[in-house]
């Protein structure tokens, strides 16, 4: 849904068709920002701290659950005043940009957990990643502002922002085919059960 939505903003762009002249658009930009903002805190989420309960420790999910509910809790208010900023700009101005900079974070947490050592990841697949999560920033600026940029910048902007996104989608599939991720997590749960983090679970 992400991917088609640029890909229209893209076609929309070159044609000469603003998104600041439809106010659908811009508040479904923001519904899903902020609907991507959650689903990357959720990933952080899950990959700072235990979010499975076990028979032998039923609460070791406890925190996991409080943080994710805080989260959802603070994505509803932003989206709420994100959307009277489109509707009434003059009064709810800041509100136009929480979307962009909430998104923002919730990648950079994300990408800052993809910079560990224990995922292997070469440091050149990461800074498409943190450029991608900076331009969060600029979206809501881009959208709001659509008809006082040229045609070919406003293309441009959102032509890169789809690249990045089918950029983020292949690395992350990729590290998840080649054992990145495991390895991971292997090192986390290692930590938390106070195991060697370089053993596996097959080795304790």
Same mark, same amino acid.
């Given at each position: ?18 998104? $600041? ?7 479904? *930009? ?9 689903? =990357? =805190? ?22 996991? $659950? ?26 709810? +101005? ?14 950079? /947490?994300? =990408? ?5 050592? /224990? ?51 292949? *690395? ?8 990145? =991720? ?16 370089? +053993? ?5």
């Amino acid at each position: 849904l992400l991917l088609y939505l640029y890909l229209c903003f893209s076609l929309y762009s070159f044609k000469g068709v603003g998104a $600041r002249q439809n106010v659908a658009i811009q508040v479904t *930009v923001d519904f899903l920002n902020v609907c991507t903002s959650v689903a =990357f =805190f959720y990933m952080f989420l899950v990959l700072d701290m235990p979010s499975v309960a076990t028979a032998a420790t039923p609460d070791r999910n406890k925190g996991f $659950r409080k943080n994710f509910s805080i989260i959802v809790g603070i994505s509803f208010v932003i989206f709420l005043v994100s959307s009277l900023g489109r509707f009434r700009p003059g009064t709810y +101005e800041l509100g136009v940009y929480l979307s962009g900079i909430f998104a923002a974070i919730s990648m950079a /947490y994300v =990408f800052g957990r993809l910079d560990s050592h /224990y995922m292997n990841v070469p440091r050149w697949m990461l800074a498409p990643l943190y450029l991608y999560a900076a331009i969060q920033v600029i979206g809501p600026i881009v959208v709001n502002y659509s008809g006082q940029i040229p045609d070919k910048y406003h293309t441009l902007f959102f032509g890169a922002v789809l690249m990045l996104k089918v950029y983020l989608f292949f *690395v992350m599939t990729y590290w998840l085919q080649n054992g990145s =991720f495991e390895e991971y997590f292997n090192t986390g749960s290692n930590y938390i059960e106070g195991r060697n983090p370089k +053993e596996t679970p097959s080795e304790v």
